[in-house]
């Protein structure tokens, strides 16, 4: 049982260039979410999909965007990586929108904007 | 809004002393809470969670924490720490944003463990 999964771990990029992080579930949970960790911060969140084709922004979503084609799928595009983007970025998933379900987190994806 | 202040960045316990990892929340109503634990260089891992059932919430690991709605506290506690506790401990509230689960995390709590 993978579970979810995101590609690659680690990436290191140059400012302006455009990079995709991929994130891969196999429960077939309805949402998804993005976040970022930066030191002193805890967990942010990016943006979230509620199912294919649906998605929303989160807290901090500028420099970012995401598509949803299909439901076990969730990439996150950075269209021009700046610094202030290096960051840890985790997906996670989760069967409904109440309040007391879990989410869960995949590995994570290490990345550096040189 | 809701919001989660992790009262200690750092603690260190000797191993087979008790762990105590404090949080306080913020919430305009009856909150669901999560403790999330994290490796180095793992992922988030699911710890326990509190949904208004009972206040004392067992999870896995050894692991335990209570819900004051008086103190609007959740501490986690063990009763003894393992060498393998060693990771850095979230609190999270959890809230109804437009239309979906907003979680809220704190700001984390580095757990060492020494020999």
């Known amino acids: 049982d993978a579970g979810i999964t995101q590609s690659p771990r680690y990436k290191i990029t140059e400012t302006g260039r455009q990079v995709t992080l991929m994130c891969h579930q196999t429960?077939?949970?309805?949402?998804m979410f993005w976040y970022r960790q930066d030191l002193g911060h805890g967990l942010r969140l990016i943006y979230y999909?509620?199912?294919?084709?649906?998605?929303d922004k989160g807290e901090v979503p500028d420099g970012y965007v995401v598509s949803r084609s299909k439901t076990e799928n969730f990439p996150l595009t950075l269209e021009s990586a700046t610094r202030s983007q290096t960051s840890v970025y985790f997906c996670?998933?989760?069967?409904?929108?109440?309040?007391?379900?879990?989410?869960?987190f995949g590995p994570g994806t290490r990345l550096t904007v040189l | 809004a809701q919001s989660v202040t992790q009262l200690d960045s750092h603690v260190s316990v000797s191993e087979g002393t008790p762990v105590l990892l404090r949080c306080n929340y913020s919430s305009s109503y009856s909150p669901s809470l999560f403790w999330y634990v994290q490796h180095p260089n793992k992922g988030l891992q699911l710890l326990l969670k509190?949904?208004?059932?009972?206040?004392l919430v067992k999870g896995i690991n050894g692991f335990e924490a209570e819900f004051k709605k008086s103190e609007t506290s959740f501490h986690l506690t063990k009763p003894s720490a393992h060498m393998s506790d060693a990771a850095e401990y979230f609190c999270?509230?959890?809230?109804?944003?437009?239309?979906?689960?907003?979680?809220?995390f704190g700001t984390g709590t580095r757990l060492l463990v020494s020999p």
């Open positions: 429960w077939s949970h309805s949402y």
């Open positions: 999909s509620a199912a294919a084709d649906i998605t």
């Open positions: 999270v509230v959890s809230d109804m944003g437009s239309g979906f689960q907003k979680l809220v």
């Open positions: 509190y949904t208004s059932a009972a206040t």
């Open positions: 996670a998933s989760s069967t409904s929108r109440w309040v007391s379900d879990t989410q869960y």
